[in-house]
T-cell receptor, first 113, second 112 residues
Framework: GENVEQHPSTLSVQEGDSAVIKCTYS??????FPWYKQELGKGPQLIID?????GEKKDQRIAVTLNKTAKHFSLHITETQPEDSAVYFC????????????FGTGTRLQVTL | DGGITQSPKYLFRKEGQNVTLSCEQN?????MYWYRQDPGQGLRLIYY???????QKGDIAEGYSVSREKKESFPLTVTSAQKNPTAFYLC???????????FGQGTRLTVV
């Protein structure tokens, strides 16, 4: 089955700096890659996603890049703010949908003042 | 407001007892999922259901059981056969063919 590795496990940045979280996947047939943000005491929430036929996608301060050849994808957050502090999960899907997502192990991002 | 409701938020049980976690959604989604979250291990799929009266095992189904008698409800039973039941359990739902999974706020189960 699919296996997703995520790094780093924790990340501390100063407010205004950029943050990058990286994931690799094992199954080249995976075709959909979402990112979820989990705030303390809440369930994860989708923040951005990318399909395998796209190399990059941007939504305001967040962007995701995908390298299909290397089987890795990354989340980029620019101009970080304290409210960006949360746990971020990458995931991969073989079905192209939210069905049977394989999640990474999560990155705890701390944005300090 | 539409969403997914998990109850209770915290649950304590004695070892050897079965316990059922509730998950209700009013989003009219056909698909529902149960994930287990452990520190440093991300979210792992326990069971999923694409339609009423049908469900499939996920990656870590041993020691768990589910039912899907109604579209809006997908309860998870943690049985005494589950060796390490203490964890944070998340329920989610999605539209057929949808790309976004909507999660509840989770139930933290502690078995003592």
């Amino acid at each position: 089955g699919e296996n997703v590795e995520q790094h780093p496990s924790t990340l501390s940045v100063q407010e205004g700096d950029s943050a990058v979280i990286k994931c690799t996947y094992s199954d080249s047939a995976s075709n959909y890659f979402p990112w979820y943000k989990q705030e303390l005491g809440k369930g994860p929430q989708l923040i951005i996603d990318i399909r395998s036929n796209v190399g990059e996608k941007k939504d305001q301060r967040i962007a995701v890049t995908l390298n299909k050849t290397a089987k890795h994808f990354s989340l980029h957050i620019t101009e970080t703010q304290p409210e960006d502090s949360a746990v971020y999960f990458c995931a991969a899907s073989l079905s192209g949908t939210a069905s049977k997502l394989t999640f990474g192990t999560g990155t705890r991002l701390q944005v300090t003042l | 407001d539409g969403g997914i409701t998990q109850s209770p938020k915290y649950l304590f049980r004695k070892e050897g007892q079965n316990v059922t976690l509730s998950c209700e959604q009013n989003l009219n989604h056909d698909a529902m999922y149960w994930y287990r979250q452990d520190p440093g291990q991300g979210l792992r799929l326990i069971y999923y259901s694409q339609i009423v009266n049908d469900f499939q095992k996920g990656d870590i189904a041993e020691g768990y059981s589910v039912s899907r008698e109604k579209k809006e409800s997908f309860p998870l039973t943690v049985t005494s056969a589950q060796k390490n039941p203490t964890a944070f359990y998340l329920c989610a739902s999605s539209r057929p063919g949808g790309t976004e999974a909507f999660f509840g706020q989770g139930t933290r189960l502690t078995v003592v």
